[in-house]
């Protein structure tokens, strides 16, 4: 693919115990065919051997840049962090232990590039696959219009590794100083709220990257403790989850409101209104809302008729 734009891209790497994927996934991004790139990495405390792995890279190749840390944060609060070191014309994230396919970035740059003074957000499909790179299946695809604010208020749609921004996305988001991320449910879900509220979202319906599942990562670590209980320990373990998860959206959709109020528009407002309970709704228009805006899972949708009912 030729490539349109010369315009760096700063790549932003959070890692934790690595060192099994990490040598991977670094060097399918040392091979893209965009070369214009910096990859920022903060390590969240490793006790393996991934600050080895680091090192290395940080001599073979004067793009690799490790920020200084500052505690352990976790991966939200790392790519928080490391969003706001960014200085580039764009951002993407990267997880420690995928495989970027070698014009991931210059698909991303082209799906963006007409924006400059917007905010934009970009997303691609993926290929989920397991520890060998054999592919368990492509990523559910979207529709473009479905990716409205309404239905990303109450779930998450985009996946961080998948992103790319402009610096005028980051700066709207890094706009507030100090910016509380644990009101927050995950960065990639905080940014593309407000690229939805305050600019675009835009999608290219291919698959860019293999998203490698293992034991090791957040939803194969979930996975595997969640297939070791009993029964019964597995449907509380599941309700319990899934009541915390709901609880957790709607922290978020209150801090959003507390940010963002006097920049959002009358039918936004009436959004929040519902969601939040800021006014006194009529019951019919509840259940009207709620039957358009329905989530995957069927206890998750009780759980919200609970909480907005």
């Known amino acids: 693919m030729k490539i349109v734009i010369q ?9 934790y115990n690595g060192e099994k994927y990490l040598k991977e996934q670094i060097n399918s991004i040392r091979n893209q065919t965009f070369q214009e790139w910096e990859l920022l990495i903060r390590d969240d405390g490793s006790t393996d051997h991934t600050m080895d792995i680091i090192a290395y890279y940080l001599k073979l190749d004067s793009r690799i840049k490790l920020i200084e840390k500052q505690g352990n944060i976790g991966a939200k609060g790392s790519f928080f962090q490391l ?5 580039a014309p764009f951002f993407m994230f990267s997880d420690q232990d995928d495989v970027w396919k070698k014009d ?3 698909k991303s740059i082209n799906l963006i590039k007409d924006f400059d003074d917007v905010p934009v957000l970009g997303f691609t499909g993926l290929c989920v696959v397991d520890v060998n790179l054999k592919k368990i299946r492509s990523s559910k695809r979207v529709k473009i219009k479905d990716i409205t604010f309404e239905k990303l208020l109450l779930e998450n749609q985009v996946t961080g590794a998948t992103i790319i921004g402009n610096k005028a996305l980051r700066d709207k988001v890094m706009e ?3 910016l509380n991320t644990s009101f927050i449910s995950m960065h990639d879900w905080w940014i593309t709220l407000v690229a939805s509220q305050f600019g675009v979202v835009k999608f290219l319906d291919e698959d860019t990257m293999m998203y490698r599942q293992h034991d090791a990562n957040v939803l194969g670590a979930s996975v595997s403790r969640y297939s070791k209980l009993k029964k019964v320990n597995k449907i509380c373990y599941f309700i319990d989850n899934t009541k915390k998860d709901v ?17 959002i528009d009358l039918n936004t407002r009436k959004l929040f209104d519902i969601i939040l309970k800021k006014k006194k709704i009529n019951f019919g228009l509840k259940l009207k809302f709620l ?4 989530v995957h899972g069927v206890l998750q949708n009780l759980f919200f008729i609970i909480k907005i009912i």
């Open 7 to 15: 315009k760096k891209v700063q790549i932003l790497m959070a890692t």
């Open 104 to 106: 991931k970035i210059v």
């Open 291 to 294: 039957s358009k805006k329905r």
């Open 176 to 178: 507030t100083e100090n």
């Open 83 to 87: 969003l706001r070191r960014s200085t």
């Open 247 to 263: 609880e957790g959206t709607f922290i978020q959709a209150q801090y959003f409101w507390e940010l963002y109020k006097d920049d």
